[in-house]
């Protein structure tokens, strides 16, 4: 997407396929003139896989989209989960579906639940929200879930990982309180 695309700008454009249940995993990348930080910020919160400013080099084009692709690929052949060891457990022998407070996360079939409503997650909130239902009460920091998340060989800010809990607590609603922040440290989720 563009920023500055006629008739419905890009972040207009990724804030209605993410919104959609048909399209909310439908992969974006920003390829656009726009150079402020801000502007990056806004396209990542918005669900962005990724955010290029022009000029940008075909091969680092390409790379991007390959590595956007290959994420994508790997969700895609992860649902449902191959290699599940029974129904219910995932490959990793953790459980598919997570529950805590009115919360549900179903992996296996990338659906959230809120107080039994289905609500759409991007799919990098999904995945910071299973990270962290998966591995209740374990704190993790900025570094560490931008490399289990995003990946090496993605360059995205440190700042990326608090604009999606951000993000994910609006969506949890009165369940936002399930998402600590530990000052200093990292974020984890409450254990009771």
């Not at 920023?3 to 990724?14: K, L, N, Q, R």
């Not at 529950?99 to 609500?119: K, L, N, S």
Request: with cysteine.
């Amino acid at each position: 997407l563009d920023v500055m695309m006629p008739i419905m700008d890009g972040f207009e454009t990724c804030r209605q396929l993410r919104s959609q249940m048909a399209t909310h995993e439908v992969p974006i990348i920003f390829l656009t003139a726009k150079d402020s930080e801000i502007d990056e910020v806004v396209g990542l919160e918005l669900g962005a896989d990724d955010f290029l400013r022009k000029p940008v080099s075909t091969r680092t084009l390409v790379a991007r989209v390959r590595a956007v692709i290959r994420r994508a690929s790997a969700v895609a052949d992860d649902s449902p989960i191959p290699g599940a060891t029974r129904p219910g457990i995932a490959a990793d022998g953790r459980p598919e579906v997570l529950r805590a407070d009115g919360v549900t996360v179903d992996r296996g079939a990338y659906r959230v639940t809120i107080d039994g409503v289905e609500v759409p997650f991007a799919r990098k909130e999904f995945e910071v929200l299973s990270l962290l239902m998966v591995n209740r009460g374990r704190v993790y920091n900025r570094e560490q879930m931008l490399n289990l998340i995003w990946g090496s060989d993605v360059v995205v800010i440190d700042r990326t990982v608090d604009v999606h809990i951000r993000k994910i607590r609006e969506k949890l609603g009165r369940h936002a309180g399930l998402i600590e922040t530990i000052k200093g440290v990292g974020y984890r989720t409450r254990l009771s």
